[in-house]
């Protein structure tokens, strides 16, 4: 019995005229009736379908796929659904009194086999109108034909349109993505229901940008379509940030044992790209996944494109490893209302005539229906009970609740009917009955084009549907999540949507809660995404530097310098910080700079100013022993006025300094260098003066001497008063023109940012210091050439010396002062401010005190003139 009934499932697959083909192996049979395949309905429109009943296998496929033979189809009720949503969209418009009244629509459906020479033979058949094809001739046939829909694969699309667009027949294709048709002088008659596959570009590369995968390959085939758009795929992920690892070309002809398809193979896996996009036709993908499987290479996330996703609806128990925990992108999910329950009801019972679904019947149910006119079944078969339902079918062999494909036919239709509707609104006589007859007359098949160009309506579910300029529809796309489970179904859930029609930030939508990943690719087998890169991220305070002859996603880690941070991961370059603010230790945040300055409480400034006031009070006490005894030779002597101004101006001298220590502000860095200018040149003067008067006074002591009259404190004084107003106007022309103001040096200092006085016009601050420094070599000329006079004038050896002491100090500053930077440089010029002037003091006033104070015995007349 067994055996009748295997006999039986045979026959099936053959007509029962006696034309059956066994072919050469056993088993498999060659299924020729469902060639045939042709659905026929009157009506007063007649839509033409050339659908896709199976799948043609063009492979050799080896056995544990355990699918048909090289060249034989087989045939599924996923397609077999694509047929019964073309007949529900027609009765449902048929029932409608808003959209074509009074007119029928009709549809004349053939089994296109997959292959373009019968899409091509039942295309001319179905516009001769007769049972035989009979090329440029319409034959009676009682509705007129309007348009095409068809077909799924962008191949038999285009072998339709040869004869579609000669006709100028308007056609609809319902899978078909290859951009090729985006080409409207080509393809002025074809439109799509679905979208073209350059759409789902940037899908892709806001996938790969969603989950930070920055190195992935791509797979293409050999056909100008995959390869064009494999290139431009790489293109936008180079552009968009990422790197293509490989992009690998495989030929049709590398067969499942070919030594090209093993290199590819071997370059894939060996690869540290852990994701891979999948370009290339179904079938070559399978030779692939085939070989890949058999090398038994590392798992890989793969990402296959819109056009190939219905390829993962089945997938044989060998390939689930390869394929597991895979993403793809498969055209918008529509809903139909009421299909749900049109497809669970529909049986032989209500078209016995179907015999595809009557064999279909057979083959799920074991049974015979009841009204079915093979009785030669019933001797192998029982009858059926009636209450088989396709209801109790596995959702994977008979599925009623994903609708891509099959929405795409029945928009088509719907798309088609809003077309004819408006095209009879604008000539209302076209719905008189008188007119029906002669409909082949009046309706001109180019003229719905024209029409189906501007559609635009909103569907039973609520979805606006309309074509594009490129005659396909908006680029919609779910994205599903393949896990295979222990029974090696596929149960595709979609986990995510991409509408470019969103705005931006919200196309891509992806709930990676819900995403089951394959365990071998994730970190330590958690739920997180798998990484892809070709090398690790950067960390903040680092920037990445790429490596020579690499591709840019391929790159080191290189801290980034003092002064500059990057505070994001995988930073391009490094910020440089404000002038203000230095980064951190960590180089991610800029802070506040650290303000140094020479303060009171700092450890240098505390010290200067202490020097500088102790110095000050020995000046006063100087002064207050010279006030005390000015009665007495010493004092007498030298010249008492000049004497008082002398000490005056380096008591002002020492507390100079206590300008340049503190916080700088406007005032004080407009005082601090005038100040110390305009004194320190009093003092110079001053000792100028002294050195001066020593001449005067020697040469006014020989006989016959004209001089005598300028003996006395006038010259001394008007001297001191006239080199000192030259620095006075120097300063004054400086603070005019170009004063000093505070600023900022950040260059100096690492980190910090050094409050100084900046000087305005350098020329101008060393014209008063050259000024000054020129009156000191004066002074130290006039005292050295007058060292060597009598006892009583010995005061100009003390200037002389002093003089010395002064001009080797200032000598000494200039280097030292360009030699140093930020506070450095004040410290300097404080330095050697209290060392000029210590040094005018101690050689001066100190000896002179010591006689004052220790030998009043020195501090006579006779003594003093050098007579004792």
């Known amino acids: 019995m067994s055996k009748l009934r295997s006999l039986a499932l045979m026959l099936l697959f053959f007509p029962t005229t006696g034309e059956a083909l066994l072919t050469p192996k056993s088993g498999c049979m060659l299924q020729r009736h469902f060639d045939n395949i042709n659905y026929y309905r009157s009506g007063d429109i007649i839509l033409g379908g050339i659908l896709q009943f199976g799948e043609r296998y063009v492979g050799s496929v080896p056995s544990f796929t355990q699918r048909p033979e090289l060249g034989l189809t087989h045939l599924s009720l996923r397609y077999y659904r694509h047929y019964l949503a073309f007949v529900f969209a027609v009765e449902e418009i048929n029932g409608r009194k808003d959209i074509l009244p009074n007119v029928t629509l009709g549809y004349e459906i053939f089994n296109s086999e997959n292959d373009e020479g019968k899409a091509l033979q039942r295309s001319i058949q179905i516009i001769s109108g007769g049972e035989e094809t009979v090329p440029n001739y319409m034959c009676e046939r009682t509705g007129v034909l309007a348009a095409f829909i068809g077909d799924v694969n962008s191949f038999i699309s285009y072998a339709m349109s040869v004869i579609t667009g000669l006709y100028h027949y308007s056609q609809v294709s319902y899978g078909s993505m290859d951009p090729i048709f985006n080409d409207r002088l080509q393809f002025p008659y074809l439109f799509r229901t679905v979208p073209n596959e350059r759409n789902q570009h940037q899908a892709i590369v806001q996938l790969l940008q969603q989950f930070g995968w920055t190195w992935v390959g791509i797979l293409a085939s050999d056909d100008d379509n995959s390869q064009t758009g494999s290139q431009e795929l790489k293109d936008l992920i180079t552009s968009s940030g990422g790197c293509v690892a490989f992009l690998h070309v495989i030929s049709k002809k590398d067969n499942f044992l070919s030594d090209t398809l093993q290199d590819i193979t071997y370059s894939v896996a060996n690869s540290s790209a852990r994701v891979v996009i999948s370009y290339c036709a179904r079938d070559i993908l399978e030779e692939f996944m085939k070989r890949y499987l058999l090398a038994d290479q590392p798992v890989k996330v793969w990402i296959i494109s819109a056009s190939v996703s219905y390829f993962t609806n089945y ?12 993403l793809s992108f498969s055209v918008h999910k529509g809903e139909i209302p009421g299909f749900k329950d049109f497809l669970i009801n529909w049986s032989p019972y209500k078209d016995p005539d179907d ?3 009557r064999d279909f019947w057979m083959k799920s149910f074991n049974c015979v229906p009841i009204n079915s006119i093979h009785l030669s079944f019933v001797l192998m078969f029982p009858n059926c009970t009636g209450n088989e339902t396709l209801q ?32 009879f609104s604008v000539d209302s006589s076209l719905y008189s009955v008188a007119d029906k007859a002669s409909l082949k007359n009046t309706l001109h098949p180019w003229q719905l084009s024209n029409y189906l160009k501007n559609v635009h309506f909103t569907s039973a579910s609520g979805e606006e549907i309309f074509f594009t300029s490129e005659g396909d529809v908006p680029g919609k796309y779910d994205i599903i999540n393949w896990f295979i489970s222990h029974d090696y179904r596929v149960p595709g859930v979609k986990v995510g949507s991409f509408n470019p029609f969103s705005p931006g930030g919200e196309q891509l939508i992806i709930k990676e809660s819900i995403i089951q990943w394959h365990p071998d690719v994730t970190e330590n087998n958690s739920s997180l995404a798998p990484r892809s890169v070709c090398s690790d991220s950067c960390d903040p305070g680092y920037r990445k530097a790429p490596r020579e002859g690499q591709p840019a996603c391929c790159y080191v880690c290189v801290r980034c310098a003092e002064g500059e941070i990057s505070n994001t991961t995988d930073a391009e370059n490094c910020v440089q910080c404000p002038e203000d603010q230095w980064s951190n230790k960590e180089r991610d945040r800029c802070v506040l700079r650290t303000i140094v300055f020479i ?39 030298n010249n008492q006025i000049i004497s008082y101004i002398l000490l005056l101006s380096l008591m002002l001298s020492f507390l100079c300094p206590l300008l340049f220590i503190g916080r700088p502000g406007k005032v004080t860095c407009l005082l601090r260098q005038a100040a110390f200018g305009i004194i320190f040149t009093v003092s110079v003067s001053s000792v100028l003066a002294k050195s001066v008067t020593v001449v005067i006074a020697f040469n006014a002591t020989k006989p016959g001497s004209r001089i005598k009259k300028w003996v006395g404190s006038r010259v001394s004084s008007c001297l001191v008063l006239l080199c000192s107003l030259g620095e006075v106007v120097i300063c004054m022309v400086w603070l005019a023109h170009s004063p000093p103001f505070p600023d900022y040096d950040t260059q100096s200092d690492t980190g910090k940012m050094i409050l100084q006085c900046n000087e305005g016009s350098v020329a101008a601050f060393y014209i008063v ?3 000054m420094g020129f009156l000191s070599v004066l002074s130290f000329i006039v005292a050295f050439l007058v060292r060597k006079l009598p006892a009583s004038f010995n005061e100009a050896q003390l200037i002389t010396f002093s003089m010395l002491v002064f001009c080797s100090v200032w000598v000494s500053f200039i ?12 410290a300097v010029e404080i330095f050697a401010i209290l060392a000029s002037s210590a040094g005018l003091l101690g050689c001066i006033f100190i000896p002179k005190c010591y006689t004052i104070l ?15």
């Open 769 to 771: 210091i050259g000024y």
């Open 815 to 826: 280097p030292a002062y360009l030699s140093t930077k930020g506070r450095n440089t004040v």
């Open 599 to 637: 303060s009171y409480v700092d450890p240098l400034g505390s010290s200067l100013a202490s020097i500088s006031i102790l110095c000050c009070v020995i000046t006063c006490a100087v002064l207050g022993i010279f006030i005390t005894h000015h009665e007495t030779p010493i004092v007498k002597s």
């Open 854 to 868: 220790l030998r009043p015995e020195l501090n006579t007349r006779e003594h003093v003139i050098g007579k004792h």
């Open 355 to 357: 015999f595809v679904l």
């Open 315 to 326: 997938i044989p128990p060998a390939l689930c490893r390869v394929l597991n925990g895979s």
């Open 392 to 423: 109790s079918l596995p959702p994977h062999v008979y599925d009623v609740e994903n609708f891509r494909m099959t929405y795409s036919i029945y928009t088509a239709v719907h798309a088609l009917a809003q077309a004819l509707h408006v095209l």
